[in-house]
């Protein structure tokens, strides 16, 4: 996937610099030559020796080496690679990124180049949620540094919430994304994900079990395959993927604006589990008992139907998958809507609750288009969505 791509690794000062390690492992395996560069904290981490033999190459520490900087050696560093990566990105490398400082050699990188920046922060989950850090963690955004993760997980420091650095294959995946390789380089897919939320009043909503992890997988896959993902989602109770543009909703209304908004897009994947029906009546304030037992008249309204508006509009995608979730006549049902909605596939599948799979981490699913009804064996919801990016791939080639 990243083979003759060249990486230029800046290893950070934090105890995720171990994870370094096998990144570049990762990297050198997908076929990318990785130059490495350890800062001084992060030598208090791994060794130089370790970082040499891995990568093949020399590791660069100092900016004021007489034998590099002879020809103006960070200007070369900078420029020669196709992509600088920094993992862990520190708070105090993210607080040099953000404010244009320059006073090592991996700082100095970082301001002189002219090719794209991808950083993986790595910090203890305090020192995420400042006030400070955030703010720096805007400006990159805005300057158009590329982020992946951080993960939430347990720290080296016993506390627990967001901060952990991505894992390798993670990071190897947004450089893959990055730098635009795999059948799907160059294309811009829409994902929708996970349940809506209706309101019934401030306090209390309808929905659904979906977890979004069908969704996410998807959308993970198709980012694997180099594709530009834009991902919509609901509130999931699962984390949504590193190295796509995450746009996060509550209600149908909400999908439905934000989906309109990514487009024009190659491909579509519905998988949302939209709410058909709104509360048209919901209060501006908490309902109240009566104390009489009188329960309050809810009055529904259907909300808009997303998937066909997507399929029969101006700005319709090349190719459009929806999802069909049901619990009788799965294929009978799905086929019709399918010819209703005007989409290109139907992914379906029986969530009834003696099969798991709503919720689940396996699903059991058939794909239906104009050449029929492919029933595919029941697989983790991951290898459902490797299988779907790579049909994904093949049709729009």
């Known amino acids: 996937m990243l083979a003759g791509k060249r990486v230029l690794l800046i290893i950070g000062g934090g105890i995720a610099a171990y994870k370094s390690l096998e990144l570049i492992r990762l990297l050198q395996k997908a076929g990318a030559s990785v130059v490495p560069v350890l800062t001084r904290a992060g030598a208090e981490f791994v060794t130089p020796l370790s970082v040499s033999a891995l990568s093949g190459h020399k590791v660069y520490q100092e900016l004021f080496d007489l ?35 320059a006073d090592d050699l991996a700082s100095t990188l970082l301001l002189a180049t002219d090719k794209r920046v991808l950083v993986a922060p790595a910090m203890n989950v305090r020192m995420w949620g400042h006030p400070a850090t955030q703010r720096n963690l805007a400006q990159l955004r805005s300057d158009g540094v590329l982020m992946v993760g951080p993960n939430e997980g347990e720290m080296a420091c016993g506390e627990y919430g967001p901060g952990r650095m991505a894992e390798p294959v993670e990071i190897v995946a947004a450089i893959g994304a990055a730098l635009g390789g795999g059948p799907l380089a160059g294309r811009h897919v829409l994902v929708t994900s996970g349940p809506t939320h209706e309101p019934i009043d401030p306090v209390r909503y309808i929905a659904n079990r979906s977890s979004g992890a069908q969704g996410t997988a998807i959308a993970a896959a198709l980012r694997d395959l180099g594709a530009r993902v834009t991902f919509v989602t609901g509130p999931a109770s699962v984390p949504v993927p590193c190295g796509v543009e995450v746009v996060r909703v509550e209600t149908a209304a909400q999908m439905l604006a934000a ?26 304030q908490k309902m109240k008992k009566d104390g009489a037992g009188q329960a309050p008249r ?27 979730a049901e619990t009788e006549s799965v294929v009978e049902h799905a086929t019709a809507k399918r010819l209703r909605k005007g989409c290109d596939w139907i992914v379906a599948n029986d969530v009834s609750p003696g099969t798991g799979i709503m919720g689940g981490a396996e699903n059991a699913v058939t794909v239906i288009s104009d050449a029929g009804a492919e029933v595919w064996p029941r697989m983790t919801k991951e290898a459902v969505a490797r299988r779907l990016a790579e049909k994904i791939a093949e049709a729009l080639q």
Do not use: C, Y
Request: glycine share 6%.
């Open 259 to 284: 989906v309109q908004a990514a487009l024009p897009a190659d491909a579509a994947v519905m998988a949302a589990a939209v709410a058909d029906w709104r509360v048209a009546n919901a209060g501006a």
């Open 298 to 324: 809810l009055e529904f309204a259907e909300n808009a139907d997303i998937l066909a508006t997507v399929s029969q509009g101006a700005m319709r995608p090349r190719l459009v998958v929806g999802f069909a």
């Open 67 to 101: 034998t590099d900087e002879a020809e103006m050696g960070h200007i070369q560093l900078s420029r020669a690679a196709d992509l600088l990566v920094v993992a862990p990105a520190t708070a105090d490398l993210m607080a040099k990124m953000a404010g244009g400082r």
